[in-house]
């Protein structure tokens, strides 16, 4: 790890931590105080750097904060450094990426997915590894998505972990005669609580997002939590199930089941999963849905629409007994997120590990903790800083994930299976046909 001079300054942040998801809001107030830790620039005439740094999250209010403090406060530190922030549109961003790519040149600091987004990408990449030294052990699994899956370097430091549950609406569950606190653990049970819904509420059983057709990749993920084992996990990621594998087909015959017995909401063909169909169930419109664990479409959110006590969640529904026995012993399928990394055309790359190294650090994760509410992907913060029990329960059950299959799935196949998954979603096809597109498309890579 590089050495460092060091000087302390302290500063207080008053953190104020409101959540409300699945029980009675929560206030907590922590007054910490942070040590940041810089080089002593002042003391010598610096080159002027300028660093460019991209992303597709600082136009969203909540992460807002999070952006402008870092950057503000890593300028202070480092006065030589002038960073640049260049918001990109999220529908854009990999596009924009891609013709960086092309060109050989682009920004010095970028967002990233973890997973497949990164490792499609990882030749291009800084490694971190030397720079970061035994700061790596502080972070919670870094080879889950932000490493090399060739030589195990981490290329990328994340700022959340992000995964799929699924929240329900209480309210609609006592109408439908349900009893609200005691969610679906089967599938079986599943087919029972929606049949309920549909026949005694006016509200849809699901809402999905059809139109840009990643319903299916995160409903899908949790189909795949509950049918793979972490040795059908690691064949997974190694691409050695093929898709009319019984593990793959069933889970395009529970998508197509779902929509047969009408499930999801009225014209969930021609709506978005960002923001139409979690809209939808925030508005109160349908009963379940799968939704995020980090920063948007997640605990917070929810509970902000409906109310705290009105919110529910549970991780999965058991699909086979002789896999899952009980619904405690599936994975929460969580892993990646987003994080931030170098790319090898930076003519200033020891300044821009730095800017990284500040975007993940603790203080930093906790302004965006704050304003985003998101799972923190370190494990040196204050577990008793985490009030909310929706958090605390999603953070217990991380000590059991899996990578989601939809982070890990190379994205040719992903857009397949996308578009398979709109076709079953309107109808057009059964899943038998389906499956064998997906063999045929594998086929043909």
Request: glycine content about 6%.
């Amino acid at each position: 790890m590089r050495s460092k001079t060091i000087f302390l300054t302290l500063v207080m942040l008053t953190i104020t931590l409101v959540f409300t998801a699945c029980a009675q809001p929560a206030t907590q107030t922590v007054v910490q105080e942070v040590v940041v830790t810089a080089t002593p620039e002042s003391e010598a005439v610096m080159e002027p750097v300028t660093l460019t740094m991209w992303d597709f999250k600082s136009g969203d209010p909540v992460f807002a904060p999070y952006t402008s403090w870092a950057i503000e406060q890593f300028q202070e530190i480092h006065p030589n450094v002038t960073v640049e922030l260049v918001p990109q549109p999220n529908n854009e961003y990999y596009n924009l990426l891609g013709a960086a790519i092309a060109a050989g040149e682009g920004p010095d600091v970028i967002l990233i997915h973890g997973g497949t987004r990164l490792t499609e990408r990882q030749d291009l990449m800084i490694p971190l590894d030397d720079y970061i030294g035994d700061e790596a052990d502080k972070f919670i699994n870094l080879q889950n998505g932000w490493a090399n899956d060739e030589t195990g370097e981490i290329l990328s430091l994340p700022i959340t972990i992000q995964g799929f549950v699924y929240y329900y609406n209480k309210n609609i569950f006592t109408e439908a005669g349900l009893d609200p606190e005691k969610p679906p653990t089967t599938w079986d049970e599943l087919v029972a609580t929606c049949d309920a819904i549909i026949a005694n509420t006016d509200k849809s059983c699901f809402t999905a997002g059809g139109k840009e057709a990643h319903g299916m990749q995160f409903y899908g993920s949790l189909y795949a939590a509950s049918m793979f084992t972490a040795e059908d996990h690691a064949e997974f990621l190694a691409g050695e199930i093929p898709y009319d594998d019984p593990r793959m087909s069933r889970q395009l015959e529970l998508w197509y089941d779902a929509s047969q017995r009408g499930w999801w909401q009225e014209g969930v063909a021609s709506e978005t999963t960002y923001m139409d169909s979690h809209d939808n169930f925030s508005a109160g419109r349908a009963a379940i849905t799968q939704g995020l664990i980090s920063d948007i479409a997640h605990w917070k959110m929810f509970g902000d629409y409906l109310g705290a006590n009105n919110v529910g969640m549970f991780k999965n529904v058991v699909i086979d007994p002789d896999v899952y026995a009980t619904v405690e012993d599936i994975p929460i399928a969580a892993g990646g997120g987003i994080g931030w990394s170098v790319p090898n055309w930076s003519e200033h790359p020891d300044e821009a590990v730095q800017l990284v190294e500040f975007l993940a650090s603790p203080e930093a994760q906790l302004v965006l903790f704050n304003s985003a509410a998101t799972i923190i992907p370190r494990n040196d913060i204050d577990a008793n800083l985490i009030s909310d029990p929706a958090a605390k329960q999603i953070n217990e059950w991380l000590a059991n994930a899996e990578m989601p299959t939809f982070y890990v799935t190379p994205t040719d196949l992903n857009a397949e299976w996308k578009r398979q998954s709109s076709l079953l979603l309107l109808g057009e096809i059964t899943p038998e046909e389906a499956t064998q597109a997906m063999v045929n498309f594998a086929a043909s890579r």
